[in-house]
């Protein structure tokens, strides 16, 4: 049986019962699709991305979550490689929302900079983990 650090455990407890909160966004999708909540197609298209990437990144952040603890990380190297893609999973999908709030908008607004913070984080650590894995 495969033995997980406490700190692994947690997360992944955490990630797969936010999962459910991507499940329920979905049916916000629906209710856009349907035309029940009024969007711009800059809004929708948005909305659809922000949904795909926070269901996509709590997915391979279970992954992450495995893989550091194949490593011999330790400190703030295996928190970044074990954290980074979950908060990932949090800051793209609400900068995509969040850049895309207000009636009527038609392109982004300066909250598209919690996108970018959420590409860091991804970037830092799938850079970490995989050096991680690399070095095992």
Same mark, same amino acid.
């Given at each position: 049986?495969?033995? %997980? #650090?406490?700190?692994?455990? /947690? %997360?992944?407890?955490?990630?797969?019962?936010?999962? +459910?909160?991507?499940? #329920?966004?979905?049916?916000?999708? +629906? /209710?856009? =699709?349907?035309?029940?909540?009024?969007?711009?197609?800059?809004?929708? *298209?948005?909305? /659809?991305?922000? @949904?795909? @990437?926070?269901?996509?990144?709590?997915?391979?952040?279970?992954?992450?979550?495995?893989?550091?603890? =194949?490593? *011999?990380?330790?400190?703030?190297?295996?928190?970044?490689? /074990? *954290?980074?893609?979950?908060?990932? =999973?949090? %800051?793209?999908?609400?900068?995509?929302?969040?850049?895309?709030?207000?009636?009527?908008?038609? #392109?982004?607004?300066?909250?598209? +900079?919690?996108?970018? %913070?959420?590409?860091?984080?991804?970037?830092?650590?799938?850079?970490?983990?995989?050096?991680?894995?690399? #070095? =095992?």
């Amino acid at each position: 049986m495969l033995e %997980l #650090s406490t700190e692994a455990t /947690r %997360l992944a407890g955490i990630l797969v019962l936010a999962a +459910v909160t991507v499940e #329920s966004g979905g049916l916000l999708l +629906v /209710r856009i =699709a349907a035309g029940g909540i009024p969007k711009t197609e800059f809004q929708k *298209s948005f909305a /659809r991305a922000g @949904h795909g @990437h926070a269901g996509m990144f709590i997915t391979l952040g279970l992954v992450t979550v495995l893989l550091t603890d =194949a490593t *011999s990380l330790d400190g703030f190297a295996a928190w970044l490689a /074990r *954290s980074g893609v979950p908060l990932a =999973a949090i %800051l793209m999908p609400a900068g995509f929302f969040a850049a895309s709030a207000g009636p009527g908008r038609t #392109s982004p607004n300066r909250a598209i +900079v919690v996108l970018w %913070l959420g590409a860091a984080s991804l970037t830092a650590g799938l850079v970490t983990l995989g050096i991680g894995l690399l #070095s =095992a």
